[in-house]
């Protein structure tokens, strides 16, 4: 499986570069998901450094998975000029750190809440932003969210299909259809057209899935009792990993770990995922 971790993991941590290109190098990981802030922070201070860190990740056998970031697809069409702008300096981020995908959220309201005009305006700026950026070699992807258009499994298929034939990927997020009441499986067999990545990460009960809320996950003073290990939460993550090694699924799973210590966690987590590779695990299967 092509495992990766996401740099958004240690947003309140003290971590250069560097350090989390030799941890994922150490412990087996095939790359890193960039979040957008870090990616700008080392295009602004370490932009001379870049080429050679890339180099340095490259000859380890890793890379930039993902370029993760936001941009306001609600936003008011006179700022239309500006949104353009925005996803231009994505493209050229993508292009710095070598990597041909850019996660984005549809929007930043409830799918339920939306009127035609605004779903119209999103789908229609989904399908523009995802041809500027295959004219550049890069993949717009779209990621199952709360609070946008592509929180539930309807709307997500809904956003999709309104937004074709423009080339878009997904970026599955498991626990965020689960937690509307889609059962994993069944969001992978309905999406999996669309599906370029997955994002991972466990909860111990699903009341407590509000632990993933912006608000929460965002602050140094939030709450991560209940964020859980993939093999200890509500989400039974090994039919899961199951499905997607049947298949052999090529698409980067990006582990999101959001409590305490991500060094020490994710190791763990990507020791219980390297058991799917092994042949002793493909034969108990058979």
């Given at each position: 499986?092509n495992?990766?971790l996401c740099?958004i993991s240690f947003r309140?941590?003290?971590?250069s570069?560097p350090d989390?290109i030799?941890?994922a190098?150490?412990?087996?990981?095939?790359g890193?998901?960039l979040w957008?802030v870090?990616?700008?922070?080392?295009l602004r201070?370490?932009?001379r450094e870049?080429?050679?860190?890339?180099?340095?990740?490259?000859?380890r056998g890793?890379?930039?998975s993902?370029i993760?970031?936001?941009?306001?697809l609600l936003?008011p069409?006179?700022?239309?000029a500006l949104l353009?702008?925005r996803?231009?300096?994505?493209?050229d981020?993508?292009?710095a750190?070598?990597?041909?995908?850019?996660?984005?959220?549809a929007?930043?309201r409830?799918s339920?809440a939306?009127t035609q005009?605004e779903?119209?305006?999103?789908?229609?700026r989904?399908?523009?932003l995802?041809?500027i950026?295959?004219e550049?070699?890069v993949?717009l992807v779209?990621?199952?969210h709360p609070h946008?258009?592509?929180?539930t499994?309807?709307s997500t298929?809904?956003l999709?299909?309104?937004?074709?034939?423009?080339?878009i990927?997904?970026?599955l997020?498991?626990l965020?259809?689960?937690?509307?009441?889609?059962a994993p499986?069944?969001?992978?067999?309905q999406l999996?057209?669309?599906?370029?990545?997955y994002h991972?990460?466990?909860?111990a009960?699903?009341e407590?899935?509000?632990?993933?809320?912006?608000g929460?996950?965002?602050?140094?003073s939030?709450?991560?009792?209940?964020?859980?290990a993939?093999?200890?939460g509500?989400?039974?993550?090994?039919a899961v990993?199951d499905?997607?090694?049947?298949?052999?699924?090529?698409?980067?799973?990006?582990?999101?770990?959001?409590?305490?210590d991500?060094f020490?966690?994710l190791e763990?987590?990507?020791r219980?995922?390297a058991?799917?590779g092994?042949p002793e695990?493909?034969?108990a299967q058979?």
């Amino acid at each position: 499986m092509n495992i990766v971790l996401c740099s958004i993991s240690f947003r309140h941590q003290l971590v250069s570069f560097p350090d989390l290109i030799d941890f994922a190098g150490r412990t087996g990981f095939s790359g890193i998901e960039l979040w957008g802030v870090h990616g700008r922070s080392l295009l602004r201070d370490r932009r001379r450094e870049l080429p050679g860190l890339l180099e340095d990740m490259e000859a380890r056998g890793l890379g930039v998975s993902m370029i993760s970031d936001y941009v306001d697809l609600l936003a008011p069409e006179d700022q239309t000029a500006l949104l353009l702008r925005r996803w231009d300096n994505l493209l050229d981020m993508a292009h710095a750190f070598r990597t041909r995908k850019i996660r984005i959220f549809a929007g930043n309201r409830a799918s339920a809440a939306a009127t035609q005009r605004e779903w119209t305006l999103c789908a229609d700026r989904v399908s523009r932003l995802a041809r500027i950026a295959a004219e550049r070699g890069v993949q717009l992807v779209i990621e199952t969210h709360p609070h946008t258009y592509a929180d539930t499994l309807d709307s997500t298929l809904r956003l999709l299909r309104d937004a074709a034939p423009s080339p878009i990927g997904l970026n599955l997020d498991f626990l965020h259809l689960w937690e509307t009441g889609t059962a994993p499986i069944e969001a992978y067999r309905q999406l999996r057209t669309w599906i370029v990545n997955y994002h991972v990460k466990n909860v111990a009960a699903l009341e407590q899935a509000g632990l993933f809320e912006s608000g929460n996950v965002f602050s140094p003073s939030g709450k991560r009792d209940g964020m859980a290990a993939l093999a200890r939460g509500a989400i039974d993550y090994a039919a899961v990993f199951d499905q997607l090694h049947q298949d052999a699924t090529p698409h980067p799973i990006a582990i999101e770990w959001f409590g305490e210590d991500p060094f020490a966690l994710l190791e763990q987590e990507r020791r219980w995922l390297a058991h799917w590779g092994r042949p002793e695990r493909a034969a108990a299967q058979a």
